[in-house]
Each structure stands twice: as C-alpha cells, then as structure tokens.
C-alpha cells in the first residue's frame, strides 16, 4: 500500500515550535507581524508612526493622537493575563494533535485552571468557526444528515430531542478525492432550514449529490445541479459509491469526537466543535502551516468576552 503522503507529512515538531516561540520576545514579535503584516497602524487614528514603551506589556503609542494600545487589544487575547507563550503552546497543540485536545487535556498541559483552559479552547474554537463560515462548497459535492448525541433515552429517529442535527457535506474534485468540508448544525431537516443551509453553505455552481431524503431539494434554490439517490438503509446503503467520503467523513469525525470528548454540551456548542474539525481538516495539506494560520485568524479576529463564548448558538 503506498504511503499516504497526507497523514505521513512532517507538521511543525514540539522542537521546531519551541525554536519558534519559545520565548515570549518571539511570541510578542510574531503577533505583531500577524496582525500588522504591513507595518504598524493606529486603532484610533490610522496613523503610522509610533513609538514603543512598557506597561507590564510592550505598548505602541502612535505619535499622531497618542493613543496607546499593546498587541493583543482589540484582537481574541485581549484582557488575558496569561503570557504569550501558553496562548501559543494551545494554538500548536489544537492544530498538531491527531485528533483534537479537550478541555481538561490543555488543562494539564498548559498548567492552568479548567476554566481557563475552557476558555483558551472555546476563543480559539470561535475562531476556526468564523473562518470555516466563510467557505462556500462547489463543484462536485456530497451531503447527508447526521446527529450529535443521542444516548439518552426517549424518541429515536428524527427529530429526537437528545440529538442536535448537522448537515455534513464534502466537495470532491475531478479525480473524485476529497477537497474540503462543511459541518453544520441546523434546526431540523425541513426543506426551509436546508434552503438557509444551502445558501451559506454552497456556490451557485455546486453540483449537489444526496440520498432521497425530501428536504435536500431546497438546495436548488442556490446549487446548479442535485442528484438524488435513494439508497434505502442498512449496511449496502453505507457502501454506497456515490456517498463514499461522506459517510467515510462521519466515521472519522464519530472517531475523533469519541476519543477525545467523553462528553460536551452539543446542542449549545456544536458549531464550534463541528468548525474545529472541518477547519483542521480543510487545511490538513500543510500542517505546520495551521499554527502561523490560526495565529493570524486569532490577531484579526475581535474580542471574544466570555459571555458571549457562553450564548447558545443553536438556532442563531
């Protein structure tokens, strides 16, 4: 069997990460180029000119308005009190794991409370979702829903009141491999909600390929194209062809969720645990990429509060 080139990639080693950003100074210097790749720029004024100074954190302070800010205002770090170096040591050890790392695994490796550490996980999480919102399936694309949960008794089937449905969809391309994903929650599968899905989720040149199930229709209000296969159920309809890498992509994302969540509250934080996924998986052909990519993400993206982290997303 040849080797798969992917799964096999080098990544950024735990040695070549602490070359990197070892220091605090590195850490300090390589926020700055992530957010202000183009040189500095005052929040206030849009000034350029600037000179440095210290408040327990290096400050910029722009020569036109005087204004002051450090790096990590008005970016996902802002208010933390922790040092640069732990917010990296979770950037790298959420995007070079195998899987994903819980909570209460960066808990122990970062040395902080499990609130903290919660918190570190669910700004980054946050993040990735923002980024992976942005991404619009096209071409050849397979979807079929799926379920989060589900374990605890009462009605089965559609519509359970213990399981939180998502819509997974895959994009393949000529060769019929896999490019990218989108794993998404959704109210339920009625034709109305798969008409929103399919207009934040598709482009207007996605060719759509889905099982019989009625709802999936809605999506030509936006794709060009939708096949439809009725597969029926049990085992032959897993095996299908045409739903090859979806249902190989619910195995796995059902492989990772079970090895590395014992449990998480699905229906309030689906979104950010289904964004983790597909955004480690849409970037998966350059892994020692993900670390400066998700920095940048981080630096661009507004602050975060926790009660905002908090709010049930489901539904909004």
């Known amino acids: 069997m040849a080797m798969n080139k992917i799964q096999f990639q080098a990544g950024l ?36 000119r ?7 954190r290096k400050l910029w302070e722009c020569l036109d308005c005087g204004y002051q800010c450090s790096s990590i205002v008005g970016t996902v770090f802002e208010n933390t009190k922790l040092p640069l170096r732990t917010w990296f040591l979770a950037i790298y050890l959420m995007t070079q794991s195998k899987n994903a790392v ?23 999480l946050q993040t990735m979702l923002l980024r992976e919102e942005q ?21 089965r089937g559609r519509g359970a009141a213990s399981k939180t449905p ?9 060769e019929g491999k896999p490019l990218y994903i989108r794993l998404t929650p959704v109210a339920g599968f009625t034709y109305e909600a798969l008409k929103q899905w399919s207009a934040e989720c598709l482009s207007s040149t996605a060719r759509v390929v889905s099982d019989g199930l009625g709802c ?36 796995n994302l059902k492989t990772a969720f079970s090895g ?24 998966r052909f350059d892994l020692a990429a993900m670390v400066p990519r998700l920095l940048r993400a981080a630096a661009t993206t507004e602050p ?12 909004n």
């Open 166 to 174: 998502f819509v997974a969809a895959i994009q393949t391309n000529s």
């Open 260 to 283: 590395t969540y014992h449990a998480f509250n699905h229906a309030k934080y689906a979104q950010r645990y289904l964004a983790e996924f597909s955004y480690r998986f849409n970037r």
């Open 216 to 251: 999936f229709g809605a999506v030509t209000h936006t794709a060009a194209q939708h096949e439809r296969h009725i597969v029926g159920s049990g085992k032959s309809a897993v095996q299908r062809a045409e739903f090859r890498w979806v249902n190989t992509l619910l195995g």
């Open 50 to 56: 600037y000179s440095c100074t210290h408040n327990g």
């Open 102 to 124: 819980s909570a209460l695994e960066l808990k122990r490796q970062l040395g902080v409370s499990y609130k903290t550490a919660w918190s570190i996980k669910h700004k980054l």
């Open 135 to 155: 991404r619009r399936l096209d071409g050849r694309v397979e979807v079929d829903d799926a379920y989060l949960g589900g374990e605890r008794p009462g009605k």
């Open 304 to 315: 975060l509060p926790i009660g905002i982290l908090r709010i049930s997303e489901i539904g």
């Open 13 to 48: 080693s735990l040695h070549e990460f602490l070359h990197q950003y070892g220091t605090e100074a590195q850490c300090e210097a390589a926020l700055f180029a992530a957010r202000w790749p183009h040189g500095w720029r005052c929040l206030r004024c849009d000034g350029e």
